[in-house]
């Protein structure tokens, strides 16, 4: 039979095995939340910068978009060489803009609206230039209504 000693030491040795144990669950366990926690923060750190690249790249398509459509009002209204200039130089910008949230990573149905915003674009300036063309041959009846189909393609 086990004397009271060796029951003690046995019971000592339990007692020391399952707080190792447990201080070893816990650290793993503390490093698992750990690793995971940093994940999932760096992962949302990716989400908003991707998000936040794309606001940028959005407000300067719309920025753009809205300073060549008023330049091509004040080209209408007094037509120079220079205004049609600012006129083009903002139509490359929004364009070039366009392109670059093009190449971003989207879903489809993202994508397809970009195309859309693009084929906008190019018609506003289709119809801009026609409008522009018309003022510039003194037609006020026809330039009035390209200029009605001017305002219609740039609230779109």
Same mark, same amino acid.
């Given at each position: +039979? +086990?004397? #009271?000693? =060796?029951?003690?030491?046995?019971?000592?040795?339990?007692?020391?095995? /399952?707080?190792?144990?447990?201080? /070893?669950?816990?650290?793993?366990?503390?490093?698992?939340?750990? !690793?995971? !926690? !940093?994940?999932? #923060?760096?992962?949302?750190?990716?989400?908003?910068?991707?998000?936040? /690249?794309?606001?940028? $790249?959005?407000?300067? $398509?719309?920025?753009?978009?809205?300073?060549?459509q008023l330049a091509a009002f #004040?080209?209408?209204? !007094?037509?120079?060489?220079?205004? &049609?200039?600012?006129?083009?130089?903002?139509?490359?910008?929004?364009?070039? %803009? $366009?392109?670059?949230?093009?190449?971003?990573? +989207?879903? &489809?149905? =993202?994508?397809?609206?970009?195309?859309? $915003?693009?084929?906008? %674009?190019?018609?506003?300036?289709?119809?801009?230039?026609?409008?522009?063309?018309?003022?510039?041959?003194?037609?006020?009846?026809?330039?009035?209504?390209?200029?009605?189909?001017?305002?219609?393609? =740039?609230?779109?």
């Amino acid at each position: +039979m +086990m004397g #009271r000693g =060796a029951r003690q030491r046995s019971l000592r040795a339990v007692t020391l095995t /399952i707080a190792v144990a447990f201080a /070893i669950v816990a650290t793993a366990s503390t490093l698992f939340v750990v !690793s995971l !926690s !940093s994940s999932v #923060r760096r992962s949302l750190d990716r989400g908003t910068d991707q998000l936040m /690249i794309d606001q940028r $790249i959005a407000d300067q $398509i719309v920025s753009s978009s809205y300073g060549q459509q008023l330049a091509a009002f #004040r080209y209408l209204k !007094s037509p120079s060489p220079t205004a &049609l200039g600012e006129f083009r130089v903002l139509g490359q910008e929004t364009y070039a %803009h $366009i392109r670059q949230y093009l190449f971003r990573p +989207m879903p &489809l149905t =993202a994508r397809l609206k970009v195309e859309l $915003i693009k084929e906008a %674009h190019q018609t506003f300036e289709v119809a801009a230039q026609h409008a522009f063309d018309l003022s510039l041959r003194n037609d006020p009846d026809d330039a009035r209504q390209q200029v009605l189909a001017l305002t219609e393609c =740039a609230s779109r």
